[in-house]
Nanobody
Framework: QVYLHESGGGLVQAGGSLRLSCAAS????????VGWFRQAPGKKREFVAA????????WYGESVKGRFTVSRDNAENIMNLQMNRLGPEDTATYYC??????????????????WGQGTQVTVSA
């Protein structure tokens, strides 16, 4: 089983930046696509970003396009999420996951995938 651990969350003012990291231990990330989701209090979990293993293709949720950048280092089993121009609407717990798939525009984690424990991002106005 792979264990995923997020880091880099915190409190930032609107307009600021944060960089989240997700480290896989136990073994490499599972599946071809890994990514990030987030969940704000009282809201459904939302897809944020995804990236493929080999050619680094990326996908982003509409609300973060142009502001967030996902990357991965396969040699180190680390995935990063650079978040720029943050706003209060980005406040949420951010989760990394592996073995992602999608149906149409709906992203989900396969039953064989893993989730991290989450890291809190709070953006003050």
């Amino acid at each position: 089983q792979v264990y995923l651990h997020e880091s880099g969350g915190g409190l930032v003012q609107a307009g600021g930046s944060l960089r989240l990291s997700c480290a896989a231990s136990g073994r490499a990330f599972s599946g071809y696509i890994v990514g990030w989701f987030r969940q704000a209090p009282g809201k459904k979990r939302e897809f944020v970003a995804a990236i493929t293993e080999d050619d680094g293709r990326t996908w982003y949720g509409e609300s973060v396009k142009g502001r967030f950048t996902v990357s991965r280092d396969n040699a180190e089993n680390i995935m990063n999420l650079q978040m720029n121009r943050l706003g209060p609407e980005d406040t949420a717990t951010y989760y990394c996951a592996d073995d992602l798939n999608r149906t149409g525009t709906t992203w989900f984690v396969m039953s064989s995938g893993s989730w991290g424990q989450g890291t809190q991002v709070t953006v003050s106005a």
